[in-house]
């Protein structure tokens, strides 16, 4: 047991690592830089002109949007504001923190008067868990166990109904969270209750059924968001009773999405329903932001590196590829192969055409609310407590670790580096006297050959250092990053090195369809060519790496932090169908074209990419 952040309590099963209060890890460097974008983007603006997020919400007391939106903007924007420590973020947080804490009635019912669903509830809780590690706020544990208390009484005849049965995991880690710090046994009764009236999906993955894309039926167990959300469940559900189908139920929901659904970016396709393996299928944003979310919690829950691995490539590649680069639009429906983004008819399960353009509300604004968490929280969780008082890297980016250690030690972290777009790491200690912790790195499953202060360490593992430290003692850690391919739809090729995947860039000609600056809506052509095979070896791909700087703007084709060439010809025969890619020419293709050379970035700075290529025949 950890002495200084809370541990599951008995009866719950333990988890591998600790969370650290929200303020622990904060960002640096490239990673301060991006959220920074953020609060100067959508996130820091919505509530000037976005009507769901402005003064009429039911969530600031109006009688406006009085559902979801409020509570997922909450979720977002406390972990931002407290990040960055931006007064103006923090007071507009306090704004809709401050009217939640005070809208709860007699009977322990929080919200706007009018709301008779619990989801959203589970939204603002996560919320609110998030504020109290940032603020201390006397208000608020209080006010949790008067509503936990309410809806026990209530669940048996007002149940969960529709989405909350999907997403009841969201609001049981709440209760979760609430059970470690106060160890009251009706949160526990109250927990198992929700599981009996929620969804059962480890068994939904256990006897998974939907190998194709669903054309005809859209039940809200096929839903992309339900089932990024979902990934964690089983996990929760484990804390909850220690069983091990409930253990093994979040490898197997991986697993089942990867193979059916799966994108070479880590995220599966849903458009808005399983949508299968097709380059050209969309993934909602809704759906990033969620698996990374689910992620940061079965790495809490089951300390294994091979979601840390998956952590960051989402968030280095799937997140950033679906926002401008200045994070002033969005889009509801990202492609892997994405080659135009505009209003015409897709083929998608059942989304509007205006679901794959940039803008304020692409489609519709679940999204608009829901993107905010995904940059914060991934920061906010690089770092976990250990069991034996240490620390854990579980995700590497810049930033700074405050935190106790040993007996009560406080001691900081600052990691410096450029990573991912980088292959070395410098862990800087900063304590005022000699401290014995361990501290933890996670070594990536792909970093063969990776090095911590000179020692070889094995890939796919996390690595203990368990020592002494000094003040000014530093951990040098190597992560070689080699080019890799991978064989994906219609054996196509995918190029990834360390956890970036590379995406052909294309020209992209923006056009404003829609309305105002800043917050319009654009549509993207292509100005060069897209339909390119690759000419390489699979197994041993021969490219060179072209090393840029930082910008100030990171994810944007234009200031891309690095570049890769290969060689590649054009395939006539692979045109737009539908208005996307059409289906990729099954590999290897034969191109009597001539041999080009083709400037890759990562995927997140691809706005218009393909990312998986016909292989050409030599
Ligand atoms: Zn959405």
């Known amino acids: 047991m950890n002495k200084f952040y809370p541990s599951n309590r008995l009866p719950l099963a333990p988890s591998a690592f600790c969370f650290l209060p929200l303020g622990s890890v904060k960002p640096t460097g490239w990673l301060r830089r991006q959220l920074e974008i953020q609060a100067t983007g959508l996130t820091g603006n919505l509530p000037k002109f976005w009507d769901s997020l402005g003064p009429n919400s039911g969530w600031l007391g109006g009688d406006g949007e009085s559902w979801e939106r409020g509570p997922y903007y909450m979720d977002g924007l406390v972990p931002l504001a407290y990040l960055l420590g931006d007064r103006d973020l923090i007071a507009e947080a306090e704004k809709w923190i401050g009217w939640t804490l005070s809208s709860q009635n007699e009977f322990g019912h929080i919200g706007p008067k009018s709301l008779d669903d619990w989801w959203?509830?589970?939204?603002?809780?996560?919320?609110?868990?998030?504020?109290?590690?940032?603020?201390?706020?006397?208000?608020?544990?209080?006010?949790?166990?008067?509503?936990?208390?309410?809806?026990?009484?209530?669940?048996?005849?007002?149940?969960?109904?529709?989405?909350?049965?999907?997403?009841?995991?969201?609001?049981?880690?709440?209760?979760?969270?609430?059970?470690n710090r106060c160890g009251d046994p009706m949160l526990l009764h109250l927990a198992h209750v929700l599981a009996e009236q929620g969804y059962n999906w480890t068994h939904h993955f256990q006897e998974f059924g939907y190998t194709q894309k669903q054309a005809f039926r859209f039940p809200l167990s096929t839903h992309v968001v339900n089932n990024a959300m979902a990934v964690k469940t089983?996990?929760?559900?484990?804390?909850?009773?220690?069983?091990?189908?409930?253990?093994?139920?979040?490898?197997?929901?991986?697993?089942?999405l990867d193979t059916y659904h799966g994108t070479v970016v880590g995220t599966f396709t849903g458009d808005e329903h399983y949508a299968g393996k097709d380059p050209s299928q969309g993934t909602e944003l809704c759906a990033v932001v969620e698996y990374m979310f689910s992620l940061e919690n079965l790495l809490q829950i089951l300390g294994d590196p091979v979601f840390?691995?998956?952590?960051?490539?989402?968030?280095?590649?799937?997140?950033?590829?679906?926002?401008?680069?200045?994070?002033?639009?969005?889009?509801?429906?990202?492609?892997?192969n994405q080659v135009l983004c505009t209003v015409a008819k897709r083929n998608w399960t059942n989304n509007g055409d205006w679901s794959n353009i940039f803008g304020l509300e692409p489609n519709f604004g679940c999204c608009t609310a829901n993107m905010h968490q995904g940059w914060p929280k991934f920061a906010?969780?690089?770092?976990?407590?250990?069991?034996?008082?240490?620390?854990?890297?579980?995700?590497?980016?810049?930033?700074?670790?405050?935190?106790?250690?040993?007996?009560?030690?406080?001691?900081?972290?600052?990691?410096?580096?450029?990573?991912?777009?980088?292959?070395?790491?410098?862990?800087?200690v900063s304590t005022d006297e000699d401290v014995e912790f361990p501290m933890v790195l996670r070594i990536p499953g792909w970093a063969e050959g990776a090095v911590v202060n000179g020692q070889a360490v094995e890939p796919g593992s996390f690595f203990?250092?368990?020592?002494?430290?000094?003040?000014?003692?530093?951990v040098e850690i190597e992560f070689p990053m080699r080019v890799e391919t991978e064989r994906r739809y219609h054996d196509s090729v995918a190029i990834k090195r360390g956890p970036l995947v590379y995406s052909l860039r294309i020209g992209e000609r923006w056009e404003k369809i829609a309305g105002e600056e800043p917050h319009a809506d654009y549509a993207v052509y292509p100005t060069t060519p897209w339909n390119y095979g690759l000419q390489i070896d699979p197994v041993n791909p021969q490219v060179e790496i072209v090393k840029k700087s930082i910008?100030?703007?990171?994810?944007?084709?234009?200031?891309?932090?690095?570049?890769?060439?290969?060689?590649?010809?054009?395939?006539?025969?692979?045109?737009?169908?539908?208005?996307?890619?059409?289906?990729?020419?099954?590999?290897?293709?034969?191109?009597?074209?001539?041999?080009?050379?083709?400037?890759?970035?990562?995927?997140?700075c691809a706005k218009l990419r393909v990312t998986e290529f016909p292989l050409i025949q030599d």
């Open 551 to 604: 910008g100030s703007i990171i994810f944007d084709s234009k200031s891309a932090p690095i570049e890769m060439r290969v060689k590649g010809r054009r395939v006539p025969e692979w045109q737009l169908e539908q208005n996307s890619a059409g289906p990729l020419p099954p590999s290897p293709v034969k191109s009597s074209e001539p041999l080009e050379e083709l400037t890759l970035i990562p995927y997140g």
């Open 234 to 256: 089983p996990a929760v559900a484990y804390v909850l009773t220690g069983w091990e189908e409930h253990r093994r139920g979040s490898y197997r929901a991986i697993d089942m």
């Open 308 to 336: 840390g691995d998956r952590l960051e490539k989402i968030a280095y590649n799937a997140l950033p590829a679906t926002f401008t680069g200045d994070m002033w639009a969005h889009q509801y429906d990202q492609q892997v």
């Open 380 to 428: 906010a969780n690089l770092w976990m407590a250990t069991h034996d008082n240490g620390l854990a890297a579980v995700a590497y980016a810049p930033c700074t670790v405050s935190a106790k250690v040993a007996d009560g030690k406080d001691v900081r972290l600052d990691v410096e580096t450029d990573y991912p777009f980088d292959e070395e790491i410098r862990i800087v």
């Open 120 to 179: 959203p509830c589970g939204v603002v809780l996560k919320a609110l868990t998030q504020y109290y590690e940032a603020t201390s706020d006397a208000r608020v544990i209080p006010l949790m166990e008067h509503f936990f208390a309410f809806m026990l009484r209530e669940l048996p005849h007002n149940h969960l109904r529709s989405w909350a049965i999907m997403r009841w995991a969201d609001t049981a880690l709440s209760i979760i969270w609430l059970y």
């Open 464 to 474: 203990r250092l368990h020592r002494k430290w000094s003040n000014g003692d530093s």
